[in-house]
């Protein structure tokens, strides 16, 4: 007879046989959120477990076996809030059991076959709101001990053996009572005086559920007077007889809401007539709702006819098969025609009617128009409509339209742009197939569209005016479609006042640089799931408003250009999460970019390289690339070294050329001291004293020669010596050049030195002598002074009288030129 019950009566002894083959176990409870909520959930627990804390407010010890609770069975949880019994097996509950509790607001005692329920079984319980006690055997209300409970809202005896629908006297206490569930009891007759308690004590706010009850006969006047805010009456007339004596049994009563019908699975009433509801004359009712009914009679004018001047009407998964005359004066505001099947789309001519849910049904395709002249509301989603010339005045017959929802239907071709329709607010075409969508400006007229949804509409967007008009749009979600050559164009012109633009799924690749240019009060912005390959924030730079920019799913590897730019200041979430990005020191800079903004970006560390291939998975924040340079600084940082090094060996070469300029500098216009330096061999000494110093400083004019073994200062280097001593203090350096002279390094370096000198003190200052002949293969290793004596005319000293007297006149001759006429030392320029 009734399916829920058996079930439950098969369910409980098997669970009860399972659990007694099941060892006892002490696992411990989930702690869902600790301190607060509990979950004991089937754990074979025989009493209520004593260690859960003190603090616990929701408790869930379902599917224990705990038989038996004894008075104060809950003292150790004062505050408890909800406590949950369900199927515990529970055939006592004593006096004082739920004492303590006095937060507890919500009890469920479901599928417990309680045998004794103590009259104090519920005292204590000052706070409770909701009592469910559905399948507890329960066999009346009267003998229910809840009728102090004063604050309960909400009473649950659903799936009981209550015969009586009797409401006892108690009920006059429960002021507060707004829903009480009577479904699925054994109430056959309902008589005046059951409800005598409401007369008392009305229960302005009570909704009553007898769904499920084998209802026969309901006395006349039993509701007079009553008010209700809603009655449910589901599956309770064994035939349309016993249906229509007791809906005119309800006379008198005033509900806000009725709901009639059946469920889907259970279906009694055939031959549904057109006299069926007739009874409801008699009702006041504000809404109604008719569910799961088949056979529909012809004339719905006469089925309807009591139901004319309710302000709601709903029909839900009614089969309807003709329904021209919907036409008829019905004073309905808002009709719901949900999950119906029709032949055709209904003609609908209502003049009050303001909202219009027409959604889930089946048939009645095409769209054929309506005249709603007051409609404001129309949902007309899911029904797999096509619609041709969408959409205008004339489709609808209202000026008034706000809200249109045309999503998940067939083939809407659009052909007019809304004429009209000016008032419209909210528009929805998702996952609708839209033709020529982009081949004009459809939206040209609504100025008022707050709210426009085009995703998955199979929308290519070739047409740069497509947004035209929508100054006031705040929302615009176009996911799922695609742009001529996959990039964005400046289509958002008049769009001033967006804060949500999706274009998620759009197989974007590229973006105009002004695209977003005009929506300066954007806050969410949708990218994902582009083909998008580099992160460029150009365009992005006037959206002074931009919160959240979802750039997920995409193929960003690296940024657009080397150095990104700063996002807007107000950007506080970016969704880089799930793209390529190259781990490669190309791309160092970008990445070292994301390391610096990761308080920004949207879960960081599940950013994952995509290549090179041995990164491949390796979040990009543990990333350690080793070429921690860039190729530029890695070149610059070797042309320095090779530079300082060129320089060090030049500055090891010249070390002497350098002190000799810098004592050039030092020393500026120096004075001479000596006529000549003489530089020479120590083999050829013997010569240079013998001959050349006996000549020259013994002569008339007499000069004075430097000679290391004679005028350098001891304990100075050497080199020192040369360079302050030698050329320094002297006007003209002499270059005994000999077979020795030409095979000893230091001499070479000494006449190189001299080359230096003469060439920072520009002047002709070295003087070549040749002591003997040199062979010329010799000489042609040094290179330069070869080239030096075969360009310049040297002195070469020979054994004849006549060759020396020559000799020495040319040398004096050479060594006087530039000597100021002073007998006694010189003054020249030194260097200049
Ligand atoms: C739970 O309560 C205990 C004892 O009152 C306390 O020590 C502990 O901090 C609490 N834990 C949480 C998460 O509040
Ligand atoms: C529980 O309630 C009883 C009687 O109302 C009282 O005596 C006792 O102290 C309470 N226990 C706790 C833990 O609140
Ligand atoms: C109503 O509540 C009062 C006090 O709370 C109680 O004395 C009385 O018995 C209750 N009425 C019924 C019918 O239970
Ligand atoms: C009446 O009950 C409904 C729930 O059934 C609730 O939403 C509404 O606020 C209540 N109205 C009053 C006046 O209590
Ligand atoms: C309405 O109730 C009156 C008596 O109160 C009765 O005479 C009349 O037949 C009822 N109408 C319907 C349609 O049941
Ligand atoms: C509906 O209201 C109209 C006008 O107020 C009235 O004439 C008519 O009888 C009413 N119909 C029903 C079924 O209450
Ligand atoms: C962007 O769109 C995708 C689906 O295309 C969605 O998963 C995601 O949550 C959206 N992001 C935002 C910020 O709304
Ligand atoms: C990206 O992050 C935003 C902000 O947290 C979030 O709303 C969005 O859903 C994320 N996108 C995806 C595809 O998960
Ligand atoms: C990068 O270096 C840090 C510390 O130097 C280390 O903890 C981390 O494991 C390294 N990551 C990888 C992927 O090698």
């Given at each position: 007879?009734?399916?829920?019950?058996?079930?439950?009566?098969?369910?409980?002894?098997?669970?009860?046989?399972?659990?007694?083959?099941?060892?006892?176990?002490?696992?411990?409870?989930?702690?869902?959120?600790?301190?607060?909520?509990?979950?004991?959930?089937?754990?074979?627990?025989?009493?209520?477990?004593?260690?859960?804390?003190?603090?616990?407010?929701?408790?869930?010890?379902?599917?224990?076996?705990?038989?038996?609770?004894?008075?104060?069975?809950?003292?150790?949880?004062?505050?408890?809030?909800?406590?949950?019994?369900?199927?515990?097996?529970?055939?006592?509950?004593?006096?004082?059991?739920?004492?303590?509790?006095?937060?507890?607001?919500?009890?469920?005692?479901?599928?417990?076959?309680?045998?004794?329920?103590?009259?104090?079984?519920?005292?204590?319980?000052?706070?409770?709101?909701?009592?469910?006690?559905?399948?507890?055997?329960?066999?009346?209300?009267?003998?229910?001990?809840?009728?102090?409970?004063?604050?309960?809202?909400?009473?649950?005896?659903?799936?009981?053996?209550?015969?009586?629908?009797?409401?006892?006297?108690?009920?006059?206490?429960?002021?507060?009572?707004?829903?009480?569930?009577?479904?699925?009891?054994?109430?056959?007759?309902?008589?005046?005086?059951?409800?005598?308690?409401?007369?008392?004590?009305?229960?302005?706010?009570?909704?009553?559920?007898?769904?499920?009850?084998?209802?026969?006969?309901?006395?006349?006047?039993?509701?007079?007077?009553?008010?209700?805010?809603?009655?449910?009456?589901?599956?309770?007339?064994?035939?349309?007889?016993?249906?229509?004596?007791?809906?005119?049994?309800?006379?008198?009563?005033?509900?806000?809401?009725?709901?009639?019908?059946?469920?889907?699975?259970?279906?009694?009433?055939?031959?549904?007539?057109?006299?069926?509801?007739?009874?409801?004359?008699?009702?006041?009712?504000?809404?109604?709702?008719?569910?799961?009914?088949?056979?529909?009679?012809?004339?719905?004018?006469?089925?309807?006819?009591?139901?004319?001047?309710?302000?709601?009407?709903?029909?839900?998964?009614?089969?309807?098969?003709?329904?021209?005359?919907?036409?008829?004066?019905?004073?309905?505001?808002?009709?719901?025609?949900?999950?119906?099947?029709?032949?055709?789309?209904?003609?609908?001519?209502?003049?009050?009617?303001?909202?219009?849910?027409?959604?889930?049904?089946?048939?009645?395709?095409?769209?054929?128009?309506?005249?709603?002249?007051?409609?404001?509301?129309?949902?007309?989603?899911?029904?797999?409509?096509?619609?041709?010339?969408?959409?205008?005045?004339?489709?609808?017959?209202?000026?008034?339209?706000?809200?249109?929802?045309?999503?998940?239907?067939?083939?809407?071709?659009?052909?007019?742009?809304?004429?009209?329709?000016?008032?419209?607010?909210?528009?929805?075409?998702?996952?609708?197939?839209?033709?020529?969508?982009?081949?004009?400006?459809?939206?040209?007229?609504?100025?008022?569209?707050?709210?426009?949804?085009?995703?998955?509409?199979?929308?290519?967007?070739?047409?740069?005016?497509?947004?035209?008009?929508?100054?006031?749009?705040?929302?615009?979600?176009?996911?799922?479609?695609?742009?001529?050559?996959?990039?964005?164009?400046?289509?958002?012109?008049?769009?001033?006042?967006?804060?949500?633009?999706?274009?998620?799924?759009?197989?974007?690749?590229?973006?105009?640089?002004?695209?977003?240019?005009?929506?300066?009060?954007?806050?969410?912005?949708?990218?994902?799931?582009?083909?998008?390959?580099?992160?460029?924030?150009?365009?992005?730079?006037?959206?002074?408003?931009?919160?959240?920019?979802?750039?997920?799913?995409?193929?960003?590897?690296?940024?657009?250009?080397?150095?990104?730019?700063?996002?807007?200041?107000?950007?506080?979430?970016?969704?880089?999460?799930?793209?390529?990005?190259?781990?490669?020191?190309?791309?160092?800079?970008?990445?070292?970019?994301?390391?610096?903004?990761?308080?920004?970006?949207?879960?960081?560390?599940?950013?994952?390289?995509?290549?090179?291939?041995?990164?491949?998975?390796?979040?990009?924040?543990?990333?350690?690339?080793?070429?921690?340079?860039?190729?530029?600084?890695?070149?610059?940082?070797?042309?320095?070294?090779?530079?300082?090094?060129?320089?060090?060996?030049?500055?090891?070469?010249?070390?002497?050329?350098?002190?000799?300029?810098?004592?050039?500098?030092?020393?500026?216009?120096?004075?001479?001291?000596?006529?000549?330096?003489?530089?020479?061999?120590?083999?050829?000494?013997?010569?240079?004293?013998?001959?050349?110093?006996?000549?020259?400083?013994?002569?008339?004019?007499?000069?004075?020669?430097?000679?290391?073994?004679?005028?350098?200062?001891?304990?100075?280097?050497?080199?020192?010596?040369?360079?302050?001593?030698?050329?320094?203090?002297?006007?003209?350096?002499?270059?005994?050049?000999?077979?020795?002279?030409?095979?000893?390094?230091?001499?070479?370096?000494?006449?190189?030195?001299?080359?230096?000198?003469?060439?920072?003190?520009?002047?002709?200052?070295?003087?070549?002598?040749?002591?003997?002949?040199?062979?010329?293969?010799?000489?042609?290793?040094?290179?330069?002074?070869?080239?030096?004596?075969?360009?310049?005319?040297?002195?070469?000293?020979?054994?004849?009288?006549?060759?020396?007297?020559?000799f020495w006149r040319r040398l004096r001759k050479a060594l006087l030129n530039g000597r100021p006429w002073s007998p006694e030392g010189a003054v020249g320029a030194g260097c200049n």
């Open positions: 007879m009734m399916p829920a019950s058996c079930l439950a009566g098969i369910l409980i002894p098997a669970m009860a046989f399972l659990s007694c083959v099941r060892p006892e176990s002490w696992e411990p409870c989930v702690e869902v959120v600790p301190n607060i909520t509990y979950q004991c959930m089937e754990l074979n627990f025989y009493k209520i477990p004593d260690n859960i804390p003190f603090s616990t407010k929701n408790l869930d010890l379902s599917f224990n076996p705990l038989r038996h609770l004894g008075s104060h069975s809950f003292f150790n949880f004062p505050e408890l809030q909800v406590l949950d019994l369900s199927r515990c097996e529970i055939q006592t509950i004593e006096d004082g059991a739920y004492q303590n509790l006095s937060h507890l607001s919500t009890l469920i005692l479901t599928g417990n076959p309680i045998q004794n329920l103590a009259l104090g079984a519920f005292y204590g319980l000052s706070s409770l709101q909701k009592l469910v006690a559905v399948e507890t055997h329960l066999l009346s209300l009267e003998n229910f001990p809840i009728g102090h409970l004063k604050t309960l809202k909400d009473l649950n005896v659903a799936h009981n053996l209550i015969q009586s629908f009797k409401l006892p006297e108690y009920f006059s206490n429960l002021t507060n009572l707004e829903h009480l569930d009577l479904s699925s009891n054994n109430i056959q007759n309902i008589y005046c005086q059951d409800l005598q308690v409401l007369h008392q004590m009305p229960l302005l706010n009570l909704s009553l559920d007898l769904s499920l009850n084998p209802i026969n006969f309901i006395q006349p006047g039993a509701f007079k007077e009553i008010r209700l805010r809603k009655l449910t009456l589901r599956n309770n007339f064994d035939s349309l007889n016993v249906m229509k004596t007791c809906i005119r049994g309800l006379a008198g009563l005033e509900v806000h809401r009725l709901v009639l019908g059946e469920f889907r699975n259970e279906r009694n009433i055939e031959d549904f007539d057109k006299s069926a509801l007739e009874g409801l004359c008699n009702l006041s009712i504000k809404e109604f709702r008719l569910a799961h009914l088949d056979d529909f009679p012809d004339d719905i004018i006469d089925l309807f006819n009591c139901l004319a001047n309710v302000s709601s009407f709903s029909l839900v998964s009614v089969y309807i098969k003709r329904i021209e005359d919907f036409s008829y004066n019905f004073r309905w505001q808002h009709l719901e025609l949900v999950n119906c099947k029709f032949e055709q789309f209904p003609p609908l001519e209502l003049k009050s009617l303001k909202r219009l849910t027409f959604t889930a049904n089946k048939g009645g395709n095409p769209f054929s128009e309506v005249d709603l002249p007051s409609l404001e509301f129309l949902d007309l989603s899911r029904n797999g409509l096509s619609f041709k010339g969408c959409c205008s005045q004339s489709d609808f017959g209202t000026t008034s339209l706000k809200y249109l929802d045309l999503s998940f239907n067939d083939v809407i071709t659009m052909g007019s742009n809304f004429l009209g329709l000016e008032q419209l607010e909210h528009l929805d075409f998702q996952h609708s197939n839209l033709k020529q969508m982009s081949e004009f400006s459809v939206f040209l007229s609504l100025r008022n569209l707050i709210y426009l949804d085009i995703s998955h509409t199979h929308t290519r967007v070739a047409f740069n005016g497509i947004f035209n008009g929508l100054f006031s749009l705040k929302v615009l979600k176009m996911a799922g479609n695609s742009f001529q050559k996959n990039f964005l164009p400046d289509i958002f012109t008049d769009l001033n006042n967006l804060i949500f633009l999706d274009l998620s799924e759009c197989q974007l690749e590229q973006v105009s640089p002004t695209a977003f240019d005009s929506l300066p009060r954007l806050q969410v912005l949708n990218m994902s799931h582009n083909n998008f390959f580099a992160l460029d924030t150009f365009p992005y730079k006037h959206l002074y408003s931009l919160q959240v920019l979802d750039y997920s799913l995409n193929h960003i590897g690296t940024s657009k250009n080397q150095e990104l730019q700063r996002f807007p200041s107000s950007l506080a979430f970016l969704n880089l999460t799930q793209n390529d990005f190259a781990c490669t020191c190309e791309h160092q800079s970008f990445l070292q970019w994301i390391k610096d903004q990761r308080r920004l970006l949207v879960k960081v560390e599940q950013m994952e390289c995509a290549s090179p291939l041995n990164r491949k998975g390796i979040p990009v924040l543990s990333l350690n690339i080793t070429c921690q340079m860039s190729k530029t600084i890695i070149g610059v940082s070797v042309l320095s070294v090779f530079v300082v090094s060129v320089v060090a060996l030049l500055v090891y070469k010249f070390y002497f050329h350098l002190m000799l300029l810098a004592g050039c500098i030092k020393y500026g216009r120096g004075e001479n001291t000596y006529d000549a330096f003489v530089i020479y061999s120590s083999q050829d000494e013997d010569w240079v004293r013998n001959e050349l110093v006996k000549n020259l400083e013994e002569g008339v004019p007499p000069f004075h020669l430097c000679l290391h073994y004679r005028d350098f200062i001891p304990g100075v280097a050497i080199a020192a010596n040369i360079i302050h001593e030698g050329f320094h203090k002297s006007r003209k350096v002499i270059v005994v050049v000999s077979q020795h002279f030409i095979q000893s390094r230091w001499c070479i370096f000494e006449y190189e030195i001299a080359q230096t000198w003469q060439f920072l003190s520009s002047r002709a200052g070295i003087i070549f002598i040749v002591l003997q002949k040199v062979e010329k293969s010799l000489l042609r290793q040094q290179v330069e002074l070869y080239r030096l004596l075969s360009r310049n005319t040297y002195l070469e000293w020979e054994d004849s009288v006549l060759g020396r007297h020559i």
